[in-house]
């Protein structure tokens, strides 16, 4: 039987290790250490003649305390440093803009590698405070009302690259709100379920005792409705919380500003939330984005109403924020509000109205398009 090391995004099965390759040898390969699991870690310094502790001082290094450099390591060895830095090394994501709001909403741009930039945001509330990070470079869905649909993919992050971004705005937080982290959500750019591997690695790095020890309560992964996506964070029995962004609750209209949806309709979406709710337990977060004279009438508060019974949730009706071709507009809030007062009175439906944060920075939901100045010179 082929048996694999600890779970981690970088896996080495022992039938390879029998055939010659040793880790030793495909270390000196690997440039991030980063991409290396616990169990990894752990091998390469049993291989080496350490004493196997060691690769939970390094873990600890990597993902609790965000290290990039060996030298940082402190409690180990010059001798153990200088053999990490004989076959690793450290690819971090660089911050190159940061732009703040009136609202003190903060937008960073991380650069990946020259041109590959992604964006993640601060959220400062009076009760909490939010991460707002990104899983891919770009987004191959092409949303109609997101700016970021209008970007080419470019690539998937990796789990470092993902965790990068928590780690900067967590000491953001720290440092210029006094205010620890509170949430994470995966709502930036990208679509995470196309990601899913990576995402996953990334929040196991989030949720570890050995990293930042979040708990997965606190994180939101948000999904355009990829159904058989869906369907396996039920079978992965993820703890975290799952949010859809539905938009609008029938497929013709669904279809007209959602692509997506012509792949994964409504019924599949129905049928995957409920497999995922079966598995999980866990309430499913409906993300409703209103524009006027499309989605805001007591007619499509109804058509709402009705598929959200199809699992326990809660419904964030969002303020739509224009992009530069216009052809969305916010709806009046007298319609958000009667669209809300339906949802909760009628339907008994658990609503929160979301208001926009950073629009000013293009910061807000939907917004996020690479604009600012180490972008755009």
Not at 54 to 63: H, I
Request: glycine share 6%; aromatic share 8%; with cysteine.
């Amino acid at each position: 039987m082929k048996r694999t090391l600890k779970r981690g995004p970088f896996f080495i099965c022992n039938s390879e290790l029998r055939k010659g390759l040793s880790l030793q040898s495909m270390a000196s390969k690997i440039k991030d250490i980063r991409e290396l699991s616990l169990g990894d870690i752990n091998l390469f310094f049993e291989e080496n003649g350490e004493k196997s502790f060691r690769a939970k001082q390094v873990y600890s290094w990597l993902w609790s305390k965000g290290c990039r450099s060996f030298d940082e390591m402190t409690n180990l060895s010059v001798s153990t440093r200088d053999l990490l830095k004989q076959h690793f090394g450290f690819a971090p994501t660089k911050v190159v803009d940061e732009q703040v709001s009136t609202d003190k909403t903060i937008k960073s741009a991380f650069e990946l590698a020259p041109g590959q930039i992604v964006e993640g945001v601060l959220i400062p509330t009076s009760s909490r405070m939010t991460a707002c990070i990104s899983s891919q470079v770009g987004c191959s869905l092409a949303c109609k009302f997101c700016a970021t649909g209008k970007l080419k993919l470019q690539k998937n992050l990796g789990p470092g690259e993902i965790f990068d971004q928590v780690f900067h705005l967590k000491n953001q937080a720290e440092s210029k709100y006094q205010t620890p982290l509170s949430n994470i959500v995966y709502m930036g750019m990208g679509e995470p379920l196309l990601n899913y591997k990576n995402v996953l690695a990334s929040i196991e790095y989030i949720t570890s005792p050995e990293g930042l020890a979040m708990s997965p309560k606190r994180i939101t992964v948000s999904t355009a409705g990829i159904a058989k996506m869906i369907k396996k964070l039920g079978d992965d029995d993820v703890k975290f919380n799952l949010a859809l962004s539905l938009h609008a609750a029938n497929d013709e209209k669904r279809s007209k500003i959602m692509e997506i949806n012509d792949s994964n309709n409504l019924e599949a979406l129905r049928d995957s939330l409920c497999y995922f709710h079966e598995k999980t337990g866990s309430r499913v977060t409906f993300e409703y984005i209103i524009f006027k004279d499309f989605n805001d009438s007591l007619h499509d508060a109804r058509e709402l109403a009705e598929f959200a019974k199809c699992v326990p949730c809660k419904i964030n009706i969002i303020e739509y924020n224009p992009i530069d071709d216009g052809e969305f507009q916010q709806a009046a809030t007298e319609n958000v509000d009667a669209f809300a007062k339906f949802l909760e009175e009628k339907c008994n439906l658990i609503v929160n109205v979301r208001r926009s944060r950073g629009k000013d920075i293009d910061a807000a939901c939907g917004q996020l398009a690479n604009k600012n100045k180490a972008v755009n010179g």
